[in-house]
Nanobody, 125 residues
């Protein structure tokens, strides 16, 4: 599967943004799909994910209640709705997919073999 992330941009603190991750070559059926982000000078960190069955979702603590991961019915696109954005959310956001990842590793970037190119989100105060 190939992944294409889009939807990033420059917004003000408190604004909302929706990122998209489109699949090609396959659908997301049977894949765990996650969003990671990497801020300048920092390591890549987990943001949110769907389990392989897409029945469970996971979030890092700092985005709970503000970000929502979702998908379309055709399982060709996964979204990350980001509300109440903060300056510390500024980063390049990547979507990733994996066919085999255990729950305890859902937030581990090494567990994902498929990556999109990243989309930049800049939040200004």
């Amino acid at each position: 599967v190939q992944l294409q992330a889009s939807g990033g941009g420059l917004v003000q603190a408190g604004d909302s943004l929706r990122l998209s991750c489109a699949a090609s070559g396959d659908t997301f059926r049977g894949y765990a799909v996650a969003w990671f982000r990497q801020a300048p000078g920092k390591e890549r960190e987990f943001v949110a994910a769907f389990s392989r069955s897409h029945s469970a979702t996971y979030y890092r603590d700092s985005v709970k209640g503000r970000f929502t991961i979702s998908r379309d019915n055709a399982r060709t696109t996964v979204y990350l709705q980001m509300n109440s954005l903060k300056r510390e959310d500024t980063a390049v956001y990547y979507c990733a997919a994996a066919t085999s990842v255990i729950t305890s590793s859902i937030g581990n970037s090494d567990a994902y073999g498929y990556w999109g190119q990243g989309t930049l989100v800049t939040v200004s105060s």
